[in-house]
């Protein structure tokens, strides 16, 4: 015979059915602020980015070139769009695709930063911010250290270079359609909503062009008629500047950003999105959308990892888990990462982002449906996806850049294979996933570690290898030498303590001959820890001072007052003092406080 349901299982049915949607929804907002949060970088920075790269002595260098590809990409959010900066220099002959190969490679690196921020997001928990962290920064370190073996083996003998010059001759390479928009058919009526970009402004000033310096990026007008508008632009610029004619209206976009629509006596529309019409700045357009979408973007986040923890549960979780990270049946197990690296490529190539793949597979990562050693392989595929998107995007180039595109597509895919056949197919040599759980170990103990982490690696570092490069070589290899020779020095040491430090001196063999602060992030720490304590101790006095002047005397809270300022000494030495920011608790031994930020346990006894 069959149960009847009760009400409340019906109700408990129709709540989990209802969560799918919901989770789509959710998907498509995140996916939404993610290229909004671009348009916002491109606003904010897109012009000083087309500045980096107006300087060819800069980009002479290869180390420059690397830091130039880096920081334009962070500032503008958009590997594509540096891509496509590069490709018109190297096809008017501003660039050599030798130069333009380390900036691709800078490319690859500043692209990682948008799944390192979001998994920021998740630091309201440890353990899922210690796996989220990992499962972000293995796209960094498979960067790097490909960056550290492929750059100077290209300086050295440019084989990426003359790889990808064999592979245009033989192929023969003709134009073709343009690339299948897939994602973007659905989120671009959104998008489009909100602000519409002209990119071509950033790529005319990479391209040293003067009069496009006091062009906004934003679209302010869309044309009636082509013929109308050709005309109006011949009647604007065929005297001082006719070339403009020539490069920027033979590329069809359907918006111009025009100062004076009627300088011909033709009536333009103002474009359909929420900037179309505004009188502010590229910066402050910018920095608003740029709030909006970290907003939206965060609040996505969030709900997407308790709707996913809510789903998850029980033998579900333990049935997806099993499926996604158990390797095929012996003798075939070794052919399951390659199965993930083919997943990622393909997921990505129909969402045109490796950003937006990888964005969404951190929190993922985070709850442990995906563990990091499928991650890995899954963000490999990502990288190969994204290249073959730009090469479909390449063969609809128009004629007189179609070589010049296809060319640094190929570099690009080249960089990407090569450093997979590096650091994938001998387990021993996947370095990234060890490096990437050091950093999440680190991270989940110092939260602030992931900050100084992005800092570093994407703004202070790259900053620093550019200003030693404006300043010569000379200087450069004079700072960089002795650092790198430090670097190595200390790896090495490391390295041997961890598996053999019978084979070191005995000094070497820990670091505690050196002042603490030099090998240990734990005086760093108490000093932050000190500072927010105090911080927020201020604020809470003042707020108690405020509550003093308002509330009259009664012989009970006179009572309460006096309890409170028996244990006001003793609270106030453990620097936590009624504090809404940091908690502490009990200690696990004499002299060692373990803190808790927000609910979450950090505790200063554990050795580094």
Not at 9 to 24: A, G, H, T
Not at 135 to 158: R, Y
Not at 325 to 338: A, I, Q, R, V
Not at 411 to 419: A, E
Request: charged share 15%; hydrophobic share 50%.
């Amino acid at each position: 015979h069959t149960t009847a349901l009760s009400p409340g299982k019906i109700k408990q049915r129709l709540i989990n059915l209802s969560k799918f949607p919901l989770l789509f929804i959710l998907l498509f907002l995140f996916i939404c602020s993610l290229d909004t949060l671009s348009s916002a970088f491109q606003l904010a920075g897109g012009k000083v980015a087309g500045d980096i790269f107006q300087d060819n002595v800069v980009l002479s260098n290869p180390v420059a070139g690397l830091v130039v590809g880096i920081l334009v990409t962070v500032l503008v959010q958009s590997s594509s769009t540096s891509t496509s900066i590069v490709v018109s220099l190297v096809a008017s002959g501003l660039l050599k695709v030798k130069l333009a190969v380390p900036v691709i490679m800078g490319t690859n690196i500043g692209t990682s930063v948008t799944n390192t921020i979001v998994a920021m997001m998740q630091a309201a928990e440890r353990n899922e911010f210690q796996r989220a962290f990992a499962g972000a920064t293995v796209h960094d370190c498979f960067n790097w250290l490909s960056v550290l073996v492929l750059l100077p083996l290209e300086v050295a003998s440019g084989v990426i270079t003359h790889l990808s010059q064999w592979l245009v001759s033989v192929f023969r390479l003709q134009p073709g359609e343009e690339a299948p928009e897939l994602l973007k058919v659905i989120t671009e009526p959104v998008t489009k909503l909100i602000i519409q970009l002209d990119k071509c402004v950033i790529t005319g000033i990479a391209m040293g062009d003067e009069v496009l310096r006091n062009r906004s990026l934003v679209k302010q007008w869309c044309r009636a008629d082509t013929a109308l508008v050709m005309t109006m632009w011949v009647c604007s610029f065929a005297v001082t500047h006719y070339y403009l004619f020539n490069i920027y209206l033979y590329m069809k976009m359907k918006f111009r950003t025009i100062k004076h629509p009627k300088v011909c006596g033709i009536r333009l529309f103002a474009g359909r999105h929420l900037f179309a019409s505004t009188e502010l700045s590229d910066l402050t357009v910018g920095l608003i959308l740029l709030a909006a979408s970290l907003a939206v973007l965060c609040t996505c986040l969030l709900l997407l990892v308790k709707l996913l923890n809510s789903l998850l549960q029980g033998q579900m979780a333990k049935v997806i888990h099993k499926v996604i990270n158990t390797d095929l049946p012996h003798p075939f197990g070794w052919l399951s990462g390659y199965i993930a690296m083919s997943v990622g490529a393909g997921v990505t190539f129909v969402v045109q982002s490796s950003s937006v793949f990888t964005s969404a597979m951190t929190p993922l990562v985070g709850i442990g449906v995906i563990s990091l050693e499928r991650a890995y392989p899954l963000t490999l595929g990502s990288n190969i996806g994204t290249t073959a998107t730009a090469l479909l995007a390449a063969l609809a180039s128009p004629g007189n850049k179609i070589v010049a595109s296809i060319q640094i597509a190929l570099c690009h895919l080249l960089f990407n294979v090569f450093g997979i056949l590096l650091w994938y197919p001998v387990p021993f040599m996947r370095l990234p996933i060890r490096m990437a759980y050091v950093l999440g170990e680190r991270t989940a103990k110092y939260r602030w570690f992931a900050i100084l982490y992005l800092l570093l690696c994407f703004l202070l570092l790259p900053s620093l290898v550019l200003g030693l490069s404006l300043a010569g070589w000379q200087v450069m290899a004079g700072v960089g030498g002795p650092f790198l020779g430090i670097t190595l020095f200390i790896a090495v040491v490391n390295t041997m303590q961890a598996h053999s430090p019978r084979h070191l001196p005995t000094k070497l063999r820990t670091w505690d001959f050196l002042p603490k602060w030099m090998h240990s992030l734990k005086p760093l720490d108490r000093l932050i820890t000190k500072a927010t304590v105090c911080c927020s101790f201020t604020c809470e006095a003042g707020q108690n001072e405020e509550k003093e002047d308002e509330e009259p005397i009664s012989p009970h809270a006179t009572s309460v007052r006096t309890q409170d300022e028996s244990g006001s000494s003793q609270r106030k030495e453990q620097l936590a003092y009624n504090n809404p920011v940091l908690d502490c608790l009990e200690e696990i031994r004499p002299g060692v406080p373990v803190f808790k930020l927000k609910g979450l346990e950090r505790c200063n006894s554990t050795p580094l």
